[in-house]
T-cell receptor
Framework: GAGVSQSPRYKVAKRGQDVALRCDPI?????LFWYQQALGQGPEFLTY????????KSGLPSDRFFAERPEGSVSTLKIQRTQQEDSAVYLC???????????FGQGTRLTVV | KQEVTQIPAALSVPEGENLVLNCSFT??????LQWFRQDPGKGLTSLLL?????REQTSGRLNASLDKSSGRSTLYIAASQPGDSATYLC?????????????????FGKGTKLSVIP
């Protein structure tokens, strides 16, 4: 596709519900990142994939957060038993290998009520 | 741990004015530095990428500079327009726990919210 696509754009979840957020990266981009952006803050790193391999998950805030990219393209970020503090915008970015420019999607705004 | 600071947090200028946004980072061993624009409720739009070996990059009315030794970058916007109103974020690229080629993560500042008044 022309850019990074994320769905849904908005998600309201009841506390304790599981959610799944989807990211379609730019075709051919090897690297994929997930970031979390709280209101009024800059994005914070969650996890990094190179193709289907999750090489860095040091930013995931708890074991309720899980990400996968089984075929090296589309990625899903899953949050189990959502809590109010999970409310944020979740951003996905992709780029080609090397020290190249990262391209971000529009984000998914998650609100836990 | 890399920390990125952006000053000022907010800036309001009249249309047509030239302005400078500042970004500082604590770890000078960066691969590159990227400036983004974020409109309300939207994702990030990449504006400029400066590799660690470069001193500046230009795109239209935008010019970004990088001084690794002092841990600073500036984004210069010439002849500002109301359409430039947005939050501007800088992000420094450092290697993550995986040291493979091209592997890095971005550490962001909190952004500068720019308002250009017509």
């Amino acid at each position: 596709g022309a850019g990074v696509s994320q769905s849904p754009r908005y998600k309201v979840a009841k506390r304790g519900q599981d959610v799944a957020l989807r990211c379609d990266p730019i075709s051919g981009h090897v690297s994929l990142f997930w970031y979390q952006q709280a209101l009024g803050q800059g994005p914070e790193f969650l996890t990094y994939f190179q193709n289907e391999a999750q090489l860095d998950k040091s930013g995931l805030p708890s074991d309720r957060f899980f990400a996968e990219r089984p075929e090296g393209s589309v990625s899903t970020l899953k949050i189990q038993r959502t809590q109010q503090e999970d409310s944020a915008v979740y951003l996905c970015a992709s780029r080609s290998l090397g020290y190249t420019e990262a391209f971000f999607g529009q984000g998914t705004r998650l609100t836990v009520v | 741990k890399q920390e990125v600071t952006q000053i000022p947090a907010a800036l309001s200028v009249p249309e047509g004015e030239n302005l400078v946004l500042n970004c500082s980072f604590t770890d000078s061993a960066i691969y590159n530095l990227q400036w983004f624009r974020q409109d309300p409720g939207k994702g990030l739009t990449s504006l400029l990428l400066i590799q660690s070996s470069q001193r500046e990059q230009t795109s239209g009315r935008l010019n970004a500079s990088l001084d690794k030794s002092s841990g600073r970058s500036t984004l210069y916007i010439a002849a500002s327009q109301p359409g430039d109103s947005a939050t501007y974020l800088c992000a420094a690229a450092l290697g993550g726990i995986y040291s493979g080629a091209g592997s890095y993560q971005l550490t962001f500042g909190k952004g500068t919210k720019l308002s250009v008044i017509p």
